[in-house]
């Protein structure tokens, strides 16, 4: 069996790992979640529009608009959080990160000799990519 060949049957059994099986549930109910859809959609209109306001000279900005945009911003990033589409979908989405991490440091650590956890400083803000640590 070839190099490719066996990328191709890991491929196969990340693809079928319960983890991402849990992962792409979460992620056809959050794609599917209309009132989702609808509060993300005003949430980047809303971040738009900051972006618009803060791309004027100082003094042509509107500190109203600006407190209103944020207010609203904020009211909308709360109940984004709080819907059970989303957690489901974020929780998800840092379980596989997490399993593709410790595969791409397994991998590190086996081709190269690297392993990625032995330098843990546990202060992920000192790390590298592939940490694989935590």
């Known amino acids: 069996m070839t190099t490719l060949e066996k990328a191709t049957e890991l491929a196969n059994a990340i693809k079928n790992d319960p983890l991402l099986i849990e992962y792409q549930a979460a992620r056809a ?15 980047n209109a809303q971040r738009a529009i900051l972006g618009q306001e803060f791309s004027k000279e100082v003094e ?6 600006l407190d209103m945009v944020r207010h609203r911003m904020d009211e909308l990033a709360s109940e984004i959080a709080a819907m059970p589409e ?7 989405q840092l379980k596989v990160t997490d399993l593709m991490n410790a595969i791409n ?8 000799g690297i392993d990625p956890s032995a330098e843990c400083t546990h202060d992920c803000s000192s790390c590298h990519a592939n940490c694989g640590g935590h």
């Open 86 to 92: 989303y957690r489901d979908f974020s929780a998800a």
């Open 29 to 43: 109910a959050y794609e599917a979640s209309p009132e989702l859809k609808t509060k993300m959609t005003e949430y």
């Open 105 to 112: 440091a397994e991998i590190q650590r086996v081709v190269f």
């Open 60 to 65: 042509e900005q509107s500190p109203e608009l």
